[in-house]
């Protein structure tokens, strides 16, 4: 049975190796589109967006909902610079 301060229930870490690669995978996904959703989030001027998508983590798809369903921009604008329209 665990016991808090029990440092028994780290030992089976290590049966999570084989998934390293997919979770890394995951956080690299989640982290470009969060990025990128706060990213025009903030430059609109958008702060309840910016805030739950800050907060709520979904495997990027609120964000990439956000990006393309309500910034309604296109994949070209993605990475642009300059200022989108609201």
Do not use: C
């Not at 609109?44 to 907060?55: D, E, N, S, Y």
């Amino acid at each position: 049975m665990h016991q808090w301060g029990d440092n028994s229930y780290f030992i089976n870490l290590p049966l999570l190796a084989p998934f390293a690669g997919l979770l890394l995978i995951l956080a690299l996904w989640t982290l470009f589109w969060k990025g990128l959703a706060l990213w025009h989030a903030g430059r609109r001027a958008q702060p309840w967006w910016f805030v739950i998508m800050l907060v709520v983590n979904t495997l990027g798809i609120l964000e990439i909902i956000y990006l393309f369903g309500v910034a309604k921009l296109q994949f070209g604008e993605l990475f642009s610079k300059r200022e989108h329209r609201h």
